[in-house]
């Protein structure tokens, strides 16, 4: 965790102060459990309130929550550092589905919504293809780009489904092999690649360059033609053809 930055949300809640620590490893911000729940019922004890609250979801065996929970070092009004129980996202999201407040209100209604739409596309997946084409439409990116970027996201799938008919099975393992086509072409693992950039949560791919897209692109249509041909198996093997994938990419970049 040496790498976390503390961050400070201000503008989450109604604008009130939900203190968060970001851990670069796991990409996944954790907040204040006892900050959220301030906000949402506006107890002048937060401290007391999640103790009965995880005292009352013990007594109804649901205490899968409070066993969630992580101690991180939050800065208090006092300028000092305090161990404080803290969420991540999914966690904070069931918080405020188990605290009874009328301001929790709009929140639950908002995650009922969510999950209507999931329900959706489950019987038409189009639906979430659209929903992603208003998204990147919102962000400014023209059709043509949205098209090549949902292209690479089947390529994408492509490469994973070939790594798994060679012995890839476990989420590290495709993260190893995907650091080394990064490593190989931009001298840089996707983590460091995306600290480079100054993101965190965001897409890497949706903050790339043309060049950039095509060039990581490239490297992964390199390797999945690779390994579909040298048939690697296990996860020694695969990074060696990852690396020969990247390195496709490397001379093309070189030659740009």
């Given at each position: 965790m040496e790498n976390n930055k503390l961050e400070t949300i201000s503008k989450l809640f109604e604008d009130k102060e939900i203190r968060s620590v970001w851990d670069s490893e796991k990409e996944e911000y954790y907040f204040s459990v006892v900050d959220v729940i301030g906000v949402l019922t506006e107890s002048t004890d937060s401290n007391d309130y999640w103790y009965r609250l995880k005292k009352r979801m013990k007594k109804e065996e649901k205490s899968e929550l409070s066993t969630k929970c992580r101690q991180l070092k939050l800065k208090s009004k006092d300028g000092k550092f305090y161990s404080t129980d803290t969420l991540d996202t999914k966690g904070i999201l069931r918080l405020i589905e188990s605290v009874p407040s009328p301001k929790a209100e709009p929140f639950k209604l908002w995650l009922a919504q969510m999950g209507k739409e999931r329900i959706d596309e489950v019987f038409d997946p189009e639906l979430a293809v659209n929903r992603a084409v208003d998204y990147y439409r919102a962000k400014g990116y023209d059709d043509n780009w949205i098209k090549a970027r949902l292209t690479g996201v089947v390529d994408r799938r492509k490469l994973t489904d070939v790594w798994k008919e060679n012995g890839i099975t476990k989420d590290y393992e495709y993260g190893i092999l995907?650091?080394?086509?990064?490593?190989?072409?931009?001298?840089?693992?996707?983590?460091?690649?995306?600290?480079?950039?100054?993101?965190?949560?965001?897409?890497?791919?949706?903050?790339?360059?043309?060049?950039?897209?095509?060039?990581?692109?490239?490297?992964?249509?390199?390797?999945?033609?690779?390994?579909?041909?040298?048939?690697?198996?296990?996860?020694?093997?695969?990074?060696?053809?990852?690396?020969?994938?990247?390195?496709?990419?490397?001379?093309?970049?070189?030659?740009?």
């Open positions: 995907t650091n080394e086509i990064y490593q190989e072409w931009s001298g840089m693992k996707a983590s460091q690649y995306k600290e480079y950039k100054g993101l965190r949560k965001e897409s890497l791919r949706d903050n790339m360059t043309d060049i950039e897209v095509a060039l990581t692109d490239l490297g992964e249509i390199a390797t999945r033609e690779l390994a579909k041909e040298h048939k690697p198996y296990g996860l020694k093997e695969n990074r060696k053809v990852a690396k020969m994938g990247g390195h496709a990419a490397k001379v093309a970049r070189d030659d740009i």
